[in-house]
Each structure stands twice: as C-alpha cells, then as structure tokens.
Nanobody, 127 residues
Framework: QVQLVESGGGLVQAGGSLRLSCAASGRTISSYAMGWFRQAPGKEREFVAAISWSGVNSHFADSVKGRFTISRDNAKNTMYLQMNSLSPDDTAVYYC????????????????????WGQGTQVTVSS
C-alpha cells in the first residue's frame, strides 16, 4: 500500500499562486495513476486534476482549466499541483490520491476510482 503526504498549502491572496506537493512512500509511484481532489467546508469532495502514471496524459476540472497544472516526477516519487490565478472559490482542503493501473495512459476523474489518499493540505485564498 502506498502512503501519500500532501504539503505546500497555506494562505494566499486572490490572484496569487501556490504549488502543492504529494510525496509517496511504501511503493514507487510508477504504475500509479494519480490525482488531486478538494473539499470545501460543507461541500462534497470534487475532482480537480488527474495524471496517468506515465505523466503523458492529464485532465482538469473545468473550474481550474488554464489555471492549474499537474505534473509528476516518478524518480522522486512526488506529484505536484501548480495553482495560479487563485480565487476564494479555490479555498478547500486539497487531497492527493493514487490508483494502481496497468495502462500507462490511463487517468481517473472520480473519487471512488482511487484507493490511496493523503491527509489533505489546507489552501485558503483571501479576497
């Protein structure tokens, strides 16, 4: 079982940027599709971005397209989420997740498709 730990969250003004990291241990993340979800207070968890284990294919929620970038470095066992042009609507706890897959080009956009989750990191965007 892979263990995931998010970091990089914090307080930022609207229009600013943050870079989240997800460090994996226990398993090499090669062969794991990975993604980011977020959950605001009183809201259900929602999809943000996903990336295949090869890093070639990625997908973004409409709400973050053009602002967020997902990437991974399998040699460092780490995944990243670069968040630009942040809005108060982006305020949430951000979760890193992973799923074992045999398909190098696969990614997943629904929370139930993933099996491993981090503890979350808080992102707060002030107006």
């Amino acid at each position: 079982q892979v263990q995931l730990v998010e970091s990089g969250g914090g307080l930022v003004q609207a229009g600013g940027s943050l870079r989240l990291s997800c460090a994996a241990s226990g398993r090499t993340i090669s062969s794991y599709a990975m993604g980011w979800f977020r959950q605001a207070p009183g809201k259900e968890r929602e999809f943000v971005a996903a990336i295949s284990w090869s890093g070639v294919n990625s997908h973004f929620a409409d709400s973050v397209k053009g602002r967020f970038t997902i990437s991974r470095d399998n040699a460092k066992n780490t995944m990243y989420l670069q968040m630009n042009s942040l809005s108060p609507d982006d305020t949430a706890v951000y979760y890193c997740t992973a799923r074992l897959t045999v398909a190098s080009g696969r990614y997943f956009t629904t929370d139930y498709e993933y099996s491993a989750w981090g503890q979350g990191t808080q992102v707060t965007v002030s107006s």
